[in-house]
């Protein structure tokens, strides 16, 4: 950890600077969420927990095993055992969950870091894919949150390293999706654990009517990789496999994006292609459409400061040239904002969205220390990072109750009782998970809802129903606002369901979406605080009611 | 300190301060009564207070704002979400066309009293204010030309809509747990007050397919107000007018909270309207009283009008225009519940104001039926059709669809107060009754051409019965 020292001293000399920036900002004028602490009266009592191997991972799943569309939840464990909550939560009310077994082998559950739902055999019920120190698993979606095991039947091979990333993409005319998985240090080679990380792994499902996963291809170099994503980085409709490395364990390397192009081999952006190296302590990617060009910019969690990604000027169609924008969007969060900690933060989870439904896309971020790295800040406080309308960012975590001190890891930025404004739920190591409510913006005499929101579930058909790798583009007044539906990134957490988009003050909005084979939609016609289904091909939008309430009304406090 | 941030700082200072910043001179160029009614008004209202409020919101109602209100929207379009614009408009804030085009409400909303409608030289051109924005022609590819309407019985037809909003959600919560249930599809007719809204169908996991829907938007809220029927309350019409007629922005939408500035608008006036002041206008329009039908001196016009009231029914025109609806509770909540974020509703609010329209006279007079429901004699459905046919366009003369309300799609007009208020049509271009009679395509083709079949006796009845509906007090 020599650079620790050379990264401290580099905060110090800079710190003024940033501080002084911050100093010129105008004050943040729009709401700010109050987040409320319901783990407990909700049921959830969890810890991510173990030695070494679990420094890293502590992911969740947040997604409906039961087809009430409410999220459910699978939490990892680490050295214990992960596990399944159902989500009882009425609509606008208080979170409520059950924990129940899923019919998994409890051994199964063991030495989880993490998971990442997607419905691979096109059944429209979700499976989950867990990420282990060992062998990988698929468990496939039974209904009802039950759960089997499905390497076999898959031929998916879930091998035997410390994997500690997965993403997933329908590369075009496939039936089934492709999967990548991330590997960590390979702990059984010569001088491990530094300079050892293993391969990463990409598995093309083989041709036929089943899903079968029998020839996986190795990804090298591996770069010690904690997230990646499938995303389609220059907006031509091929998604490339990004991948963010640890510099911790990993000599020689970089950050990484494979260009992979239909029925061909994976290959590398080198230098020469326009790909700067970046060498961070990269735990979790986040993927949004910052200035609105149609080509996604990236949020790169690290120790230190988070980076930010965008196209450079001179990057082409095939030139990935990226610089990094976080300082002048005032979303570094190299350090905690509160607190007498002034070393520098550790960063894992990141995700955009819109979490006080004012339009403009927020960036939540999980932060704690490794585990005792006397470098690195120990108390850390989770970020909440505001946007505005210039594209700046405001820090408001300690407003909106995120400033904890657990070592935070994986995350889901989840709306979890159906009311438009996204909750949290957070796994921390060797502490209690947190879930926090979005109770909305505090008030003198209470919370008051925040702005108008929509929600859209897609449904792509027959083969990836969930529409993995669709573009939802949201027409509000002279703005659209774009969201992407994939699976993959953050750190070691994935969600599927319904897409949230706020609103701000527009009642109606005009809904498009760009199918994942590239195919776009007839305009939509909806109107907002409603949760909205398209069916690829229908002449209209259909609305989903839950049961138990008015989504509409529900925030009502 | 940066100059932008330098001017947030003051203009952040300045809503601090108070707008006014200074203590009001007699002779001072502004409207006195801004800020007058507070930042707020809750609970229920007594008649004193009510009456006070009312007059603030009278007198706001017939002021000519000044700049110094914060008149005008330099950086702003007349859009009903704030939208910036890159430089004033080149020919000037007041523009008959794309607005400002009114220095007060009244200035329009004036035939045959202050809160009434107007001629066609009031006039507005209606465009959303995103694309074209400062357009300077009344060519109808820019915007939809309309006649500025009554608002007296404004309260009564808002909470008419209120209810019939709420019954509609009762009847899809229903449908969602009947569906639930059974484990089959649902489909369920929806109707209101004697109101036929089409079909809603329900599948057992939730799903709802609105494609059967009839002139209703698929939140099932019923917007009452405007030609098109697509503004759900009066506060919302309030704060949608004061920003497109006169530049004057609600805190409650373009202010900072929304819009991360206090001064929106540009024009260096913050928080130009509070939530007091539009609670002022909204309880003032609210209260106006209901049209009634007025008893002619004449004998021969009152035994006109009565066959004319019977005509009206048998030749088919109640079927839209309903003699009246029945109406629960003469309570007016503002803010209101169906309202969304930028226009307050009451779970925005510590606890909404109550303006309780017994109260006045006009009220109790109402007729009530067996079930003591006041009967709101409003000679509408709130209900949109389709008004043109392809032999009757006369009414499907505007380019532009609004708020995902077809070109060829209004809102029944409600006929009370229809002899104060010519001209008429949505485009105040037919000066007669019989020629806008005479115009009904599409859901009104079978009555018009009843009436247009009709014996001539028929017809004058007609008007001479709707000559009866008048405002006054």
């Known amino acids: 950890m020599k650079f620790s020292s050379i990264l401290v001293t580099f905060y110090a000399l800079n710190l003024s600077a940033m501080t002084a920036a911050a100093e010129g900002k105008a004050p943040f004028l729009m709401d700010v969420p109050h987040f409320q602490e319901e783990a407990t009266s909700a049921g959830i009592d969890h810890r991510y927990m173990g030695p070494w191997e679990y420094f890293v991972g502590g992911g969740v799943a947040s997604f409906d095993c039961n087809s009430d569309r409410k999220p459910d939840l699978f939490l990892a464990g680490g050295s214990s055992a992960a596990a399944f909550y159902v989500n009882h939560s009425p609509t606008g009310g208080a979170l409520r969950f059950e924990k129940t077994d899923a019919g998994i082998d409890p051994k199964d559950l063991e030495k989880v870091l993490g998971a990442y739902p997607l419905d691979i055999d096109n059944d429209r019920i979700l499976d989950l894919v867990v990420l282990r120190l060992g062998e990988n698993l698929v468990l496939r979606g039974k209904g009802g949150c039950r759960f089997e095991k499905a390497n076999r039947s898959l031929a998916f091979e879930g091998g035997r390293e410390w994997t500690t990333a997965f993403a997933a993409t329908w590369e075009p005319e496939q039936l089934f999706p492709t999967l990548a998985f991330g590997n960590y240090v390979d702990r059984s080679a010569p001088g491990t654990p530094f300079g050892t990380c293993a391969p990463n792994v990409l598995m093309r499902p083989r041709p036929g009517e089943t899903a079968d996963y029998g020839e996986p291809l190795s990804l090298e170099p591996g770069y010690c990789a904690l997230s990646m994503l499938f995303t389609d980085w220059n907006n031509t409709g091929e998604r490339d496999l990004r991948i963010t490395n640890d510099r911790q364990y990993y000599r020689g390397g970089q950050e990484q994006l494979w260009a992979v192009p239909a029925a061909r081999a994976p290959k590398l952006y080198s230098a020469g292609q326009g790909w700067k190296p970046l060498t961070i302590w990269g735990m979790g990617i986040a993927e949004a459409d910052l200035n609105g060009d149609g080509r996604p910019d990236y949020a790169l969690t690290s120790m230190g400061d988070t980076k930010l990604q965008t196209l450079d000027d001179d990057a082409e169609e095939d030139r990935p040239t990226y610089r990094d924008i976080a300082f002048e969007r005032q979303a570094t969060a190299h350090r905690p904002y509160t607190g007498s900690d002034v070393k520098p933060s550790t960063g894992w989870h990141a995700q955009f969205a819109d979490v006080n439904n004012d339009t403009n896309i927020d960036l939540f971020i999980a932060k704690g220390n490794v585990e005792a790295m006397p470098e690195f800040a120990s108390e850390d406080p989770n970020n909440l990072l505001l946007g505005d309308f210039d594209g700046i960012f405001h820090e408001e975590g300690l407003a909106a109750g995120l400033a904890d001190r657990a070592r935070s890891r994986g995350a889901a930025v989840d709306d979890f009782n159906n009311d438009g404004m996204l909750d949290i739920v957070i796994v921390n190591r060797m502490a209690p998970a947190s879930l926090l409510r979005n109770l909305g913006a505090r008030t003198d005499w209470g919370h008051r809802p925040l702005g108008n929101w929509t929600k859209i579930a897609l449904d792509n058909g027959k083969v990836n129903p969930f529409a993995v790798g669709a573009k939802i583009n949201v027409r509000i007044g002279t703005r659209t606002i774009t969201r992407t539906v994939s699976v993959g990134g953050g750190h070691v957490s994935g969600q599927a369901g319904f897409v949230h988009l706020g609103l701000g003050v527009n009642e109606r909005a005009v809904v498009r979406v760009q199918w994942p084979d590239g195919e776009w939609s007839q305009p939509y016609r909806i109107f907002a605080n409603n949760h909205v289904v398209i069916e690829r091909g229908a002449t209209a939008a259909k609305y989903w009611l839950p049961l138990d309430g008015d989504a509409a009304l529900a925030s009502r406090q | ?473």
């Open chain 2, 1 to 473: 300190m940066p100059h932008a941030l330098c001017r947030a700082v003051a203009v952040v200072l300045c809503a601090l301060a108070g707008n006014p910043v200074l203590a009001a001179e007699p002779w001072e160029e502004r409207t006195p009564e801004i800020g007058q009614a507070g930042p707020e008004v809750s609970g229920l209202l007594s008649a004193e207070h009510l009456a006070r409020l009312t007059s603030i919101g009278e007198k706001l109602f017939a002021a000519r704002f000044t700049s110094l209100d914060g008149n005008g929207r330099p950086f702003a379009t007349q859009a009903i979400v704030p939208t910036r614009r890159k430089h004033p408009p080149a020919a000037g804030e007041f523009s008959r066309t794309a607005g400002m085009d009114a220095n007060g409400c009244s200035g329009c909303h004036n035939l045959p009293f202050p809160g009434g409608a107007g001629e066609f030289v009031t006039n507005v051109f209606v465009s959303e204010g995103f694309e074209s924005a400062d357009f300077d022609s009344t060519d109808p590819q820019f915007s939809n030309e309309r006649g500025t309407n009554s608002l007296f019985g404004a309260g009564l037809i808002e909470l008419l809509a209120r209810e019939i909003t709420e019954d509609l959600h009762r009847q899809r919560s229903e449908a969602r747990s009947e569906a639930a249930r059974r484990g089959e599809t649902v489909r369920v007719r929806l109707v209101s007050k004697g109101i036929d809204y089409g079909f809603l169908t329900v599948s057992p996991d939730g799903m709802v397919d609105m494609r059967e829907l009839d002139g209703i938007d698929m939140d099932l809220v019923i917007r009452p107000f405007s030609q098109k029927g697509v503004m759900t309350s009066l506060r919302q019409f309030t704060v949608n007018a004061l920003n497109h007629h006169h530049g004057m922005e609600a805190r409650e939408r373009f202010g900072a909270r929304w819009t991360g500035t206090p001064d929106f608008d540009g024009d260096e006036k913050p928080d130009e309207i509070s939530d007091g002041d539009v609670s002022a206008l909204v309880a003032w329009q609210a209260t106006l009283y209901a049209p009634q039908q007025a008893a002619p001196q004449d004998a021969r016009w009152q035994q006109m009008a009565e066959r004319g009231a019977k005509a009206f029914d048998t030749l088919g025109c109640a079927v839209c225009h309903k003699p009246s609806l029945p109406l629960s509770s003469l309570s007016f909540a503002d803010p209101g519940p169906f309202d969304v974020a930028g226009t307050l509703n009451d779970r925005q609010v510590r606890e909404p104001a109550i303006y309780d329209l017994n109260l006045f006279a006009w009220a109790k007079i109402l007729p009530r039926n067996e079930k003591g429901e006041v009967l709101v004699p409003l000679f509408g459905d709130l209900k949109r059709h389709v008004m043109t046919d392809g032999g009757r366009e006369t009414l499907g003369n505007e380019l532009m669809a609004q708020r995902f309300v077809d070109r060829n799609i209004f809102m029944t007009a409600e006929l009370w107060g229809v002899a104060s208020t010519p001209p008429y049509g949505h485009r105040n271009d037919m000066t007669t009754l019989d020629e806008i009679i005479r115009a009904h395509g599409g859901s009104g083709r079978a009555a018009s051409d009843a009436y247009q079949a009709a014996e001539e006796v028929d017809r004058q009845a007609i008007i001479a019965f709707l000559k009866t509906l008048v405002i006054g007090p």
